[in-house]
């Protein structure tokens, strides 16, 4: 299995909703990411997890809050979103520093 | 200052021609990586080539290949062959910083380059 699956594909929320983001897989790498890409822009990063800890949180607002609950699974829960976090959410994951990373199909996230 | 510079929004090629893609970095990192993804309009980030900054050789990956040359501090990307599945948004990234435990990294992006593959 050389992939990355993340649910759901899109996502329409209201600011006062809560919502949760999954990202899974197999391959056994052990650094997973959520990066955050508005329209037309490029990737941002969000959050780093190494060894299912959090090692990266690039300033990202508490409203966002990752968790992995174990090596193949990683989670992004939304709360209280603001129309601005509108864009598409990628999960990705590596093996090492000399390979690139791979992505999963990502979330389009629309708030309301 | 930007890290990672992609100069040309859009390009266009004719099918079966090649085109370069050019990326320009910035760092002071003597150990770095740089990367290459293909978006298409679907969003899915595909992983195209990789070049670490010691290597000696050109990296190449079927009909892409990476024209590093390092004391100019660029990483273009060619494209042989052009094909219409090829149009889509492409983006260079560095890896610096070293990486950390289980081998994570940081990605910097540049702003991408769309090209669009005429018939």
């Known amino acids: 299995d050389t992939e990355v699956t993340q649910t759901p594909k899109h996502l329409v929320m209201g600011m006062t909703n809560k919502k949760s983001l999954k990202c899974e897989q197999h391959m056994g790498h052990r650094a997973m990411y959520w990066y955050k890409q508005k329209a037309k822009k490029p990737p941002e990063l969000m959050f780093v997890?190494?060894?299912?800890?959090?090692?990266i949180n690039e300033s990202v607002p508490s409203r966002f809050s990752p968790e992995c609950p174990n090596s193949s699974l990683l989670n992004l829960h939304l709360h209280a979103l603001q129309p601005e976090d509108s864009a598409l959410y990628l999960c990705?994951?590596?093996?090492?520093?000399?390979?690139?990373?791979?992505f999963g199909s990502g979330t389009r996230l629309t708030v309301v | 200052a930007q890290k990672i510079t992609q100069t040309q929004p859009g390009m266009f090629v004719q099918e079966k021609e090649a085109v370069t893609l050019d990326c320009t970095y910035d760092t002071s990192d003597p150990s770095y990586g740089l990367f290459w993804y293909k978006q298409p309009s679907s969003g899915e980030m595909i992983f195209l080539i990789y070049q670490g900054s010691y290597d000696q050789q050109n990296a190449t990956e079927g009909r892409y290949s990476l024209n590093f040359q390092k004391a100019r501090k660029s990483a273009n990307l060619v494209i042989s062959a052009s094909q219409l599945g090829d149009s889509a948004m492409y983006f260079c990234?560095?890896?610096?910083?070293?990486?950390?435990?289980?081998?994570?990294?940081?990605?910097?992006f540049g702003k991408g380059t769309k090209l669009s593959v005429i018939p």
């Open positions: 997890y190494s060894y299912e800890k959090l090692s």
């Open positions: 990705a994951s590596s093996q090492g520093p000399g390979y690139g990373y791979t």
């Open positions: 990234a560095m890896r610096e910083k070293g990486y950390s435990g289980a081998g994570s990294y940081q990605l910097t």
